[in-house]
T-cell receptor, first 114, second 114 residues
Framework: SQTIHQWPATLVQPVGSPLSLECTVE??????LYWYRQAAGRGLQLLFY??????ISSEVPQNLSASRPQDRQFILSSKKLLLSDSGFYLC?????????????FGQGTRLTVV | QKEVEQNSGPLSVPEGAIASLNCTYS??????FFWYRQYSGKSPELIMF????GDKEDGRFTAQLNKASQYVSLLIRDSQPSDSATYLC??????????????FGQGTTLQVKP
């Protein structure tokens, strides 16, 4: 069976500090991978998605970047955090070769920038 | 125009009633539609998916899809207080096999009152 791991669960970082959130998937190959952000009381905003190693699509211009160094590893980064980067960050995966499949979510990281 | 739109609510129904949640989408070529439930502070979990026009039933849940009207809905019969959550509509945008990105609406908050 497939599992997704996302860490850390919570993070408090000062403004201007760097960020690295990691997500890994087990039990499948060549998944589609997604990073979403959810502000308090809001819906999920798609930040990045990837259909393969090194292939990253950015959805929203912002202070963040993503990388996919291995098939089942997806990393969200920032060089300098802003207050507006606070939120609930969710990593998700779906079966890569099948168009009509749902996404499965990790447990999320609650980021507070202070 | 947002790609996926939902009424943010809150939608309040008495216990045992039918809750009706609605969603519209802008990309006429979309093929896959999903309903997720999200409890406060948790990651979304899949309730149902639907690909074809018409109704799809799973226990107390019925998803309805009308591609001509670009409309998808979720009915919850015999609503229970434990159904109180935010319901997220998601649409997979894109037509070819490995490039679909999953876009979410802002979610509808459902409150089921005992």
């Amino acid at each position: 069976s497939q599992t997704i791991h996302q860490w850390p669960a919570t993070l408090v970082q000062p403004v201007g500090s760097p960020l690295s959130l990691e997500c890994t998937v087990e039990g499948t190959s060549n998944p589609n991978l997604y990073w979403y952000r959810q502000a308090a009381g809001r819906g999920l905003q798609l930040l990045f998605y990837s259909v393969g190693i090194g292939q990253i699509s950015s959805e929203v211009p912002q202070n963040l970047s993503a990388s996919r160094p291995q098939d089942r590893q997806f990393i969200l980064s920032s060089k300098k955090l802003l207050l507006s980067d606070s939120g609930f960050y969710l990593c998700a995966w779906s079966f890569g070769r099948l168009m009509n499949t749902e996404a499965f979510f990790g447990q999320g990281t609650r980021l507070t920038v202070v | 125009q947002k790609e996926v739109e939902q009424n943010s609510g809150p939608l309040s129904v008495p216990e045992g009633a039918i809750a009706s949640l609605n969603c519209t989408y802008s990309d006429r070529g979309s093929q896959s539609f999903f309903w997720y439930r999200q409890y406060s502070g948790k990651s979304p979990e899949l309730i149902m998916f639907i690909y074809s026009n018409g109704d799809k039933e799973d226990g107390r849940f019925t998803a309805q899809l009308n591609k001509a009207s670009q409309y998808v809905s979720l009915l919850i019969r015999d609503s229970q207080p434990s159904d109180s959550a935010t319901y997220l509509c998601a649409v997979k945008i894109g037509r070819s096999g490995n490039t679909g990105k999953l876009i979410f609406g802002q979610g509808t908050t459902l409150q089921v009152k005992p």
